[in-house]
């Protein structure tokens, strides 16, 4: 079937804009998480949803970054006023939610955010 | 706190070598998880493994294995007869046993297999 996938796959934007990154999760998994990869380094964790909530934001940086998954599918992560320090990759990844334990989290491609 | 550590940074073999990653863990908990995903050139994430902390058997899944030892705390694996295709950097991740929990990764191992 079909795996997670973002939108865009890549974002060049000035500082100080306004953008959007998209993830459209596996078909049914209601869990779903930001991560963002900077150069050379592992994911960091950003966010989770479960369902439409978002049940851990401990990740996110600072107030210029926010997520919404109004659907319970489709999320969209913002950043408000850019800086060059946000340039990385941004990734999201999904998993079913079949009891209390953790499940798999499968990855999308990532979008690649670059602030000049 | 949680924390992975994957001490080589580049490993360089040539095809048919066989080649073990490392990945040391630090966690307080007693149930945790642990994951090995592969990062090749085109970025995406591959999920190769997951296991649990009660599950202390060695896995084989084809080139592949993986050696579990709660008492080194440590989760290697091991390629057996490398392929050029399997250049790319692999990442090793802990997590909580609790479902919605972050994945901690450790910083990957970039992985070149020359022909």
């Known amino acids: 079937g079909a795996g997670v996938s973002q939108t865009p796959s890549n974002k060049v934007t000035e500082k100080g804009k306004y953008v959007e990154l998209r993830c459209d999760p596996i078909?049914?998994?209601?869990?779903l998480y930001w991560y963002r990869q900077s150069l050379g380094q592992g994911p960091e964790f950003l966010i989770y949803f479960q369902g439409t909530g978002a049940a851990d934001d401990s990740g996110l940086p600072n107030d210029r970054f926010f997520a919404v998954r109004p659907e319970g599918s489709v999320s969209t992560l913002k950043i408000q006023r850019t800086e060059r320090g946000d340039s990385a990759v941004y990734l999201c990844?999904?998993?079913?939610?079949?009891?209390?334990?953790?499940?798999?989290?499968?990855f999308g491609p990532g979008t690649r955010l670059t602030v000049l | 706190a949680q924390k992975v550590t994957q001490a080589q940074t580049e490993i360089s073999v040539v095809e048919k070598e066989d080649v073990t990653l490392d990945c040391v863990y630090e966690?307080?908990?007693?149930?945790?998880?642990l994951f090995w995903y592969k990062q090749p050139p085109s970025g995406e994430l591959v999920f190769l493994i997951r296991?649990?902390?009660?599950?202390?058997q060695n896995e084989i899944s084809g080139r592949y294995s993986w050696n579990f030892q709660k008492s080194t705390s440590s989760f290697n694996f091991t390629i057996t007869a490398s392929q050029v295709v399997d250049s790319a950097v692999y990442f090793c991740?802990?997590?909580?046993?609790?479902?919605?929990?972050?994945?901690?990764f450790g910083k990957g191992t970039t992985l070149s297999v020359s022909s």
């Open positions: 991740a802990l997590s909580e046993s609790w479902a919605g929990t972050a994945l901690i």
């Open positions: 990844a999904s998993s079913h939610q079949t009891g209390v334990n953790t499940d798999t989290q499968y």
């Open positions: 078909s049914g998994h209601t869990a």
């Open positions: 966690t307080r908990d007693t149930t945790y998880y």
């Open positions: 296991r649990n902390s009660f599950d202390e």
